[in-house]
């Protein structure tokens, strides 16, 4: 993965200990919560895509590190909320 330059300095300030946490108790089992309910998958969808479409999602999942059919997910709940034009 490839970070920017303030990228880089956030990644090694982390790693020189110079960050804490401040989150307030219990935030983190509703934030687990809240990814645990946004990210249920109880449905499946079957869709026909070319083979050129499915390469190049493929070819992009790897970069990014995650299986396509997650990163089809990802790009259709980002765009299903709004995030993604």
């Given at each position: 993965?490839?970070?920017?330059?303030s990228e880089?300095?956030?990644?090694e300030s982390v790693?020189r200990?110079?960050?804490r946490?401040i989150?307030?108790?219990?935030?983190?089992?509703r934030?687990?919560?809240y990814?645990?309910?946004?990210?249920?998958?109880?449905?499946?969808?079957?869709?026909r895509i070319?083979?050129?479409?499915?390469d190049?999602i493929?070819k992009?999942?790897l970069?990014?590190?995650?299986?396509?059919q997650?990163l089809?997910?990802?790009l259709?709940h980002?765009?299903?909320s709004?995030?993604l034009?």
């Amino acid at each position: 993965m490839k970070l920017d330059a303030s990228e880089k300095a956030i990644l090694e300030s982390v790693e020189r200990g110079e960050w804490r946490s401040i989150a307030k108790p219990g935030a983190r089992d509703r934030y687990s919560r809240y990814a645990a309910a946004t990210f249920r998958k109880d449905r499946r969808v079957n869709i026909r895509i070319s083979s050129k479409d499915l390469d190049a999602i493929q070819k992009r999942a790897l970069e990014e590190g995650l299986p396509y059919q997650t990163l089809i997910s990802s790009l259709l709940h980002k765009y299903a909320s709004g995030r993604l034009r």
